[in-house]
Nanobody
């Protein structure tokens, strides 16, 4: 069956870094665009970043542009989100998504706090 499993979240101080991973199975990963979303407490889920199937095209929300980098390894069936210069407002649960079929992972929590 289709699975998207996120990992790499945790507690980090402001200015720190984390690398999120999303391992995919059960579908033709290398042919799917992939996205990272996040949902902060009391807020709606928002799109963070998008990567095309080949990795040749990436897009970012203005709030994370210049600080986050999305990438993928199709041989490993994994998409990544490198998050640098983290801010308290980046605190959220981060979700992996395959938009074509609306597949979702269960999320990994990120807390940025001193």
């Amino acid at each position: 069956q289709v699975q998207l499993v996120e990992s790499g979240g945790g507690l980090v101080q402001p200015g720190g870094s984390l690398r999120l991973s999303c391992a995919a199975s059960g579908f033709a990963f290398s042919t799917y665009n992939m996205r990272w979303y996040r949902q902060a407490p009391g807020k709606e889920r928002e799109l963070v970043s998008h990567i095309s199937a080949t990795g040749g095209t990436t897009n970012y929300a203005d709030a994370v542009k210049g600080r986050f980098t999305i990438s993928r390894d199709n041989a490993k069936r994994t998409v990544y989100l490198q998050m640098n210069s983290l801010k308290p407002e980046d605190t959220a649960v981060y979700y992996c998504n395959a938009p074509t079929r609306d597949y979702w992972g269960k999320g990994t929590p990120v807390t940025v706090s001193s």
